[in-house]
């Protein structure tokens, strides 16, 4: 019993010494800067929750300082900045006002707090803050983290940390010991601090190590770079693929040019952004699932208005593609003129739900975002059913069947006419999932077609007319192409080198890279 009692008067003692007082609340209120960042300091190693909450509040400019007493303000609720308790705030409280230096204190002692929070995703984050300003004389909490750490990756990026804190030692020996740790580094930030570093350095070993460092760190960055260029290739490829889904249908299996292929599209996306605006207003609780009910209202929109469009026009232009072109393009103007008349000319903004926010960071500095991974995700989804739709259902048949040869078709009791129109209105839908899909990554606007329909043309005729998987070739090839001459020429003239690539392809295999070939043909 009297072992217990000990051991709680210990416990209480340990907790009073750590608790703010007055007196460092005010000292970190209020006074000279170096005085204020000295007491910041103090209340950052001291783990108080008191001090952390004041932290905060500093950082958010919510403190205000009557006498000798700190208030925390937010709204028209004041509070003692020491006792947490409701209080009265006097009429003559002034505001507190930090500098550019002063902040960056703050959020430093606010990011060692977080060090020790039971959120894993709150350590990685601190020490990210941590490393952007590698301070020896934060040393100390860094060691404590270290010894507390469990998790391996958070881990691994607080030795990495101690490293680029060590760089800036006295001692040139721990300098060298730094630079070796750092080499493991994928961080863009220890590229720049090293080559600061070796700006400054004298000792001829030392410099020698970060100059080593140096170029393993930039050999690793150079991979994370081209792997986030093939990701981003991929996703623009998924994006054409989505887009070019649909044409390869209306032209490649039906053979109508269809200059209002993009105005489909954009049907679609101005039909998310409908959805959208109805979750907003009637459901926005809800609204992290609007998305999956934009999917089939975006499909649906665009079918109808494909079929509509076969009915109405293009049944009566079959075999005829000058006019299908000329009409299918006058459609196309009046479909923007009308979205125009409707939503206005200006872009309107879809937003992400909350599970699409974000990325996935790798590779240390590359990230991918999460909208993009999920539309790659969709694309390959949509490329399944529709290949799946073709192959093996009845549809499917008809479709193949009146493509091949369509008196034999209609002389086995299919209807044509019927079929004409059920494809015609599946590539349209598959147009209009794409700008679902388009809505997620940018904004929406009646010219937002015009930006993918020579590109998803060039994708199907590449591919090789009539052939899905020639258009995943030649979609995702396409996209990761693009993004590499982006990096090295820029986009304009990576646009040209693509374009000159086809016709040389084109040039050399009119039929294109996947041609049906024997029996198929």
Known sequence: MFRILLLLLAIYASSAAHALTPEQALAMAAGETDARIQAVQQAAGAADPQA????????????????????IVRGEQAVDAVSGQPADLPADAEDVI???????????????????????????????????????SRLPLIDKALQAETDASIRAQ?????????????????????????????????????????????????????QSALRSVESRLAWAERAGQVFSGISLGSILLLVALGLAITYGLMGVINMAHGELMMIGAYATYVVQGLFQRFAPGAFDFYLVAAVPVAFGASALMGAILERGVIRFLYGRPLET??????????????????????????????????????????????????????????????????????????????????????CMGVNTARTDTLAFALGSGIAGLAGCALSQVGNVGPDLGQSYIVDAFMVVVLGGVGQLAGTVYAALGLGVINKFLEGWAGAVLAKIAVLVMIVLVIQKRPQGLFALKGREA
Do not use: H, Y
């Not at 080499?183 to 080559?195: D, G, I, V």
């Open 98 to 136: 930090s500098n550019n230096r002063m902040r960056g204190e703050i959020e430093t002692a606010l990011a060692g707090i977080r060090l020790f929070s039971t959120d894993a995703r709150e350590r990685a984050q601190a020490v990210r803050s941590l490393a952007s300003e590698p301070d020896e």
């Open 52 to 71: 952390t909450q004041l932290l905060q509040a500093l950082a958010d400019d919510a403190v205000k300082v009557a006498g000798n007493r700190v208030f």
């Open 325 to 410: 072109l000329l009409a299918t393009w006058g459609i196309s103007l009046m479909l923007m003129q009308g979205v125009r008349s409707v939503f206005g000319a200006q872009n309107v903004g879809v937003e992400n739900p909350s599970w699409m926010s974000g990325g996935v960071v790798v590779l240390g500095s590359l990230q991918l975002p999460w909208n993009r991974i999920v539309i790659i995700g969709f694309a390959l989804a949509v490329l399944a059913a529709v290949a799946w739709l073709i192959a093996r259902t009845r549809l499917g048949l008809f479709v193949r069947g009146v493509t091949q040869n369509r008196p034999i078709a209609a």
């Open 158 to 210: 607080l030795e990495l940390l101690r490293a680029a804190v060590m760089l800036a030692s006295d001692d040139a020996a721990k300098r060298r010991e730094a630079a070796l740790a750092l080499a493991e580094s994928r961080s863009p930030a220890t590229r720049t601090l090293l080559l600061e570093r070796i700006a400054a350095e004298r000792d001829p070993a030392a410099r020698a190590a970060m």
